[in-house]
């Protein structure tokens, strides 16, 4: 199912839900791993971005069981946090960041997927008129409440960014 078409059931809802879960599981796990290997390299990690990391390990987090609540609704089963957080230590923990500005900006564009993938999911749900499960008006503002979050953390990213 692509993000372009318009959602017309709980399954397909429940799909993309799934996948804004995965998406935040990467998120949450890369910040704190990000935010681990700069600990392990430097004395100290500047404060601004020891905090960026690790609010977004938080917001990602939040995210995550917001969008496994809403699957919860929907009878589907979500991915299991543990699971996806070991493919990304696996894939990330061997690597190390190049520098605090690659860690930076991976964390912007992390920011900047979550935004447009529940842009394009607003969308689709609103594109259609669909019933689900789940209360059209209450999934539909958690959806907006989770982009906002998104394009502020993207914002703050890159007021860190600028002030180096």
Known sequence: MSVSESVAS???????????????????ARAYEHYRSLAEE???????VEELLLEAREESGEHRERLESLIDEL????????????LVREKYGLSKPESIEAVLHDQRTSEETAYNYYDGVIAAIESGDAEFGIERD????????????????AEEVTEVIEAR
């Not at 430097?42 to 601004?48: G, I, K, L, P, Y």
């Not at 009878?75 to 543990?82: F, K, M, R, T, Y």
């Open 10 to 28: 709980d399954q397909q809802l429940a799909r993309l839900l799934q996948i804004g879960v995965v998406l935040e599981e990467l998120v949450e």
């Open 42 to 48: 430097t004395d100290s990690v500047e404060e601004a």
């Open 75 to 86: 009878q589907a089963e979500s991915i299991p946090h543990g699971e996806i957080e070991r």
């Open 138 to 153: 209450r999934l539909l503002s958690t959806l907006r409440e989770i982009r906002a979050e998104e394009a502020e953390g």
